[in-house]
């Protein structure tokens, strides 16, 4: 069994692996073909210019964004798994709290980022809108998770006189730690998009949006792109480091993924 899955593992990551590869043929043939104007540069000459414009534009921008990414990811999703565990104390309040997230996510956020950045200026609307981002992919996970405990489980808390409350901390917090952290690993990628486009909006003089955009207006297609490549590194980051924690968390969904 052991050999199957490791063989199936080995599969996974050689298709990965190959899945780059074209990605990265493709881009070369589009770049060397000319096309869209020759707006499109081969990989060689981003990677050249990010390594002459160095750790000095891109360091400082890329740790700006990942904190603002990261201050929206944990506000949007504690806010998020506290309004799911809520629903679940109270079901009264889901049909609310479900008309909720549906708005925040059906709402034009870069609409509303304007009147955060006017009315709370700084860095806030970054934030905000990552936390935006977050928080109705998590929502829905976190409650979905939460409805899969075991019946008989909760029966047998119920039975021992446990209420609502003992029953979320001793089998539903358990149960949905999978659909969580599925939601979560969507999350960190929502977060730093959310974060950039915060950024986009102005009021602030640092960060990959930035950047982005100074690039854009300098016409610099190698350092736009480059910029471009920044921004997937940190959304790639971002996924890997909760996929990371999720199998130290729960590792027998890891080894669950694995044996299919």
């Not at 020759?38 to 210019?49: A, C, E, F, H, Y």
């Not at 998590?138 to 808390?157: C, E, H, I, Y």
Request: with cysteine; proline share 5%; net charge positive.
């Amino acid at each position: 069994m052991s050999t199957a899955i490791a063989g199936r593992i080995g599969m996974g990551r050689v298709a990965g692996a190959l899945g780059i590869v074209a990605l990265i043929a493709l881009w070369w043939g589009l770049a060397a073909a000319g096309v869209a104007g020759g707006t499109i540069p081969t990989p060689w000459v981003v990677l050249s210019t990010m390594w002459s414009d160095g750790w000095g534009l891109y360091g400082p921008n890329f740790q700006v964004t990942a904190m603002g990414a990261l201050q929206g990811f944990l506000w949007g999703n504690v806010l998020a798994i506290g309004i799911a565990a809520l629903i679940m104390l109270v079901p009264r309040i889901e049909p609310l709290a479900t008309q909720l997230a549906i708005l925040s996510y059906c709402t034009p956020l870069v609409a509303l980022g304007p009147i955060i950045l006017v009315v709370f200026g700084g860095r806030t609307p970054t934030v905000f809108l990552a936390a935006m981002y977050c928080f109705f992919t998590t929502m829905v996970g976190a409650v979905s998770g939460l409805r899969s405990a075991d019946p008989a489980s909760l029966d047998l808390v119920r039975a021992y006189g446990g209420g609502r409350w003992q029953q979320l901390y001793r089998v539903q917090a358990i149960a949905a730690l999978p659909n969580t952290f599925a939601a979560l690993k969507i999350a960190a990628p929502s977060a730093v998009l959310g974060a950039i486009i915060g950024e986009y909006l102005g009021g602030v003089d640092s960060g990959i949006g930035v950047a982005l955009t100074a690039a854009q207006t300098a016409y610099n297609v190698p350092r736009t792109w480059g910029m471009a490549l920044a921004a997937a590194a940190l959304a790639g980051l971002g996924y890997l480091l909760v996929a990371g924690i999720a199998r130290l968390v729960t590792p027998w969904t890891a080894t669950a993924e694995e044996g299919r």
